[in-house]
């Protein structure tokens, strides 16, 4: 997926792919894209990720520059870290979200579920359909 790669793209497209990963997690008669929305905690994840990406980027260039104070850079560092331990925590939400959903669905379909005992063996059914069952009158005729 190319859009990753392109400007102002890359700030829509990933939380876009979430959001429908979630929306397509629901059994088959309740995936319709617009109907559902995710959870509120979806966006604010995002948010903070992209906040903590800023922050990054902020505090690498900060570090680089001599013209910033080293306190100020460290200051830019530090709350680069604490936004994306946030975003981590909100990422958690997110992910332990889609896999509750895609859960719940799998019970509903039983999917994982092993099916009822095997029946006869396909051989076995059509053996007695062509021949027919040994009986010990009809092998004494022979």
Request: charged share 10%; hydrophobic share 70%; net charge positive.
């Given at each position: 997926m190319g859009s990753f790669?392109?400007?102002f793209l890359n700030l829509v497209v990933p939380y876009r792919a979430v959001k429908e990963v979630w929306q397509e997690s629901g059994p088959p008669g309740e995936r319709h894209l617009s109907a559902t929305n995710p959870p509120a905690f979806f966006p604010v994840w995002w948010l903070f990720w992209l906040l903590a990406s800023f922050a990054g980027n902020a505090s690498f260039r900060a570090s680089f520059n001599e013209n910033i104070p080293e306190s100020t850079a460290t200051i830019i560092s530090a709350v680069?870290?604490?936004l994306a331990i946030v975003a981590?925590?909100?990422a958690y939400l997110v992910v332990d979200s889609i896999d509750k959903k895609q859960e719940e669905t799998a019970a509903t379909l039983r999917l994982g579920q092993p099916p009822g005992p095997p029946g006869p063996p396909a051989d076995?059914?059509?053996?007695d359909a062509v021949e027919p069952a040994f009986s010990p009158a009809t092998s004494q005729q022979s």
């Open positions: 790669f392109v400007p680069a870290g604490g981590a925590m909100f076995l059914l059509m053996r």
